[in-house]
């Protein structure tokens, strides 16, 4: 068996991760570079041809979750490889394509997206896939800031791998994380273990949990009136915090455009029948500039409003906070900090002075990604016989600095190697 760590061994998002046997092959992730600032982010895989190469011999794709660091090649794969992504998160991108086809000049490309993604097959979690001649691969739902995200079991070889993929024990849904891997994989044991290390070099002392988030942004809505959100339009828990938080105002709007409504709508349809919290059934409604009736609600009770950055949404700035008093008004800034952060190398200026408009603002925010401590949980939960692979993190991030004792430590793999018949293969 080979593993090859294509991309991100020293880098955050853009993963790829191909395991081959003599017979079979699958890649995990396709993730494009994330984005600098405001600026396109360069990708040597992001042509036909690069990924033509990739997916020789391929049997089938597999994805974590919906985010761009692990998905948006996809539309380079050829058609006879098959894509596999959870339903809800096909769902969330099939939203957010219809969405890109009304941005001026991307209708062709979109569409063309949108097209490729209707091909994707879909898996349940703990239900094992057969793929090609010789490998079988189960997902486990984990946490993270994209709903309907997976772990992956490879078997293949006689060998068991696990992938995390992105997660967090911090989620509201993020409890099941150890109990999982102790029912399902700690009895057979693993031999590698293919983990993210997002937190590794961010120094969080201590985390936040989204249940904290929530109690925050409760004193934040008592306190003012006219609350905006600044947070990612797919990120299921955060939507869910707000909302909640909102919901204790009793009669206030919670009001987001067309395009995050048809995201709550499947949200609710997929994760709401199994916990009220991702019902979104409070208040919920669409804005539109023309809806006098709503807007005259918003004036005199106060609203949640979600906000993107988009010119729609300047042009509702424009005529919303003349006339709100500013005393009143906050934004809640609910993403990385780093995107307004000028020293950042994330630092997004025109996002900074969009936030700079709001009379007051704060910030609201958890990571998506695992802490320290829950990585050092994991690996010890799940103890692999051969190797760790940390991937998924900063260049010269020290998975070894990590609390998992001296014979765990020694398994850890960043460089090409061949350990127990296993080749190693690391870009
Ligand atoms: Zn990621
Ligand atoms: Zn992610």
Not at 132 to 161: C, N, Q, W
Not at 301 to 327: A, C, I, Q, S
Not at 375 to 398: E, F, N
């Amino acid at each position: 068996m080979t593993i090859t760590i294509h991309r991100g061994i020293d880098q955050i998002g853009g993963c790829i991760t191909e395991i081959r046997t003599a017979r079979s092959k699958i890649l995990i992730d396709l993730g494009h570079n994330l984005p600098k600032g405001n600026g396109p982010s360069e990708d040597r895989f992001d042509n036909a041809g690069a990924i033509a190469q990739l997916c020789e011999g391929c049997d089938a794709v597999f994805y974590t979750h919906y985010h761009g660091d692990h998905v948006d090649l996809f539309r380079h794969v050829p058609e006879r490889v098959d894509q596999y992504i959870g339903p809800l998160a096909k769902a969330v991108m099939r939203i957010r394509l219809e969405h890109l086809t009304h941005v001026p000049g991307e209708k062709e490309r979109r569409e063309a997206d949108l097209t490729a993604v209707e091909r994707f097959k879909t898996y349940e979690p703990a239900r094992c896939i057969r793929v090609g001649k010789d490998i079988r691969i189960t997902p486990y739902f984990v946490s993270h800031s994209a709903a309907d995200a997976y772990m992956f079991l490879v078997e293949a070889d006689g060998k068991r791998i696990l992938h995390t993929g992105d997660f967090r024990q911090h989620g509201y849904l993020g409890k099941g994380l150890l109990p999982t891997l102790e029912k399902y994989i700690a009895p057979q044991g693993i031999d590698v273990l293919i983990t993210e290390g997002t937190m590794l070099d961010r120094n969080e002392k201590k985390i936040v949990h989204e249940n904290d988030l929530k109690r925050q942004a409760i004193e934040l809505m008592k306190r003012y009136k006219n609350v905006f959100v600044l947070c990612s339009s797919t990120d299921m828990d955060r939507l869910a915090t707000f909302h909640r938080a909102n919901r204790e105002m009793r009669n206030r709007p919670f009001v987001c455009d067309g395009y995050q409504q048809r995201i709550l709508e499947s949200f609710a349809g997929h994760a709401g029948v199994k916990s009220p919290l991702f019902k979104f059934d409070h208040k919920v409604y669409g804005s539109d500039e023309r809806n006098e009736k709503l807007r005259k609600w918003m004036l005199d009770t106060g609203f949640t409003m979600l906000l993107r950055t988009g010119p729609k949404y300047r042009r509702w700035v424009d005529t919303l906070l003349p006339e709100l008093n500013p005393d009143e008004t906050l934004l809640i800034y609910s993403m990385f900090r780093g995107y307004i952060l000028p020293t950042h190398e994330a630092y997004n200026p025109d996002l900074k002075a969009f936030v700079a408009r709001f009379p007051h603002s704060e910030y609201v925010h958890t990571s998506g990604h695992a802490t320290t401590d829950t990585l050092a949980a994991v690996c010890r939960t799940v103890p692999p016989h051969t190797a760790i692979i940390p991937i998924h993190r900063d260049k010269g991030s020290d998975f070894a600095s990590l609390d998992i004792g001296d014979e765990l430590r020694s398994k850890i793999v960043t460089a090409s190697q061949t350990i127990d018949g296993i080749d190693f293969l690391v870009k």
